[in-house]
C-alpha cells in the first residue's frame, strides 16, 4: 500500500511515518500541498494523508483539486489529519470529498481505524492488524 502524508510539520510526518512502520507501511511526504499534488500527478498512491492548515496552499483547496481531476486519480482517498477545531471543518471537508477526518495529536488506533474504514470503502481488503 503506498501512502502520501502532505503535512508542512516534519515531526507530524515523522509521527505518523512511525506509526505506519509498525505494520510495515512506507510513506510518502510532501511538505506542501503544491509538492503533495505534484506527487500524485507522478505516482501511484492508495491513500492520501492531507493537513489542512500549511503555507501557501491549503489542504481545502488541494482536495478540492484532486476531486476536480478527470482521471481515476479523482477517487484517490484522502483522509484529513488536521489540529484545526473551527466549527462544521469535519462537514466541510466532507462536503469537498474527503473519505474521513483525523483530529491532531492522531492516536494510533484512530490511524490504523480510518485508514482500514477507507481502504475496505473503496473495495479494498488491506488489512492493517
Do not use: H, W, Y
Amino acid at each position: 500500500m503506498k501512502i502520501l502524508f502532505v503535512e508542512d510539520d516534519p515531526m507530524n510526518r515523522r509521527v505518523v511515518r512511525d506509526m505506519l512502520s509498525v505494520v510495515g507501511l512506507d510513506m510518502a511526504e510532501a511538505g506542501s500541498a503544491e509538492l503533495g499534488l505534484r506527487m500524485i500527478d507522478e505516482n501511484d498512491f492508495d491513500l492520501v494523508l492531507m493537513d489542512l492548515r500549511m503555507p501557501g496552499m491549503d489542504g481545502l483547496t488541494a482536495i478540492r483539486k484532486v476531486r476536480e481531476r478527470t482521471d481515476a486519480k479523482a477517487q484517490l482517498p484522502i483522509i484529513v489529519v488536521t489540529a484545526d477545531t473551527a466549527a462544521n471543518l469535519r462537514e466541510q471537508c466532507a462536503a469537498l470529498g474527503a473519505d474521513d477526518f483525523l483530529q491532531k495529536p492522531v492516536a494510533m488506533n484512530a490511524l490504523f481505524e480510518s485508514v482500514g474504514k477507507v481502504m475496505a470503502a473503496k473495495g479494498s481488503e488491506m488489512a492493517l492488524l
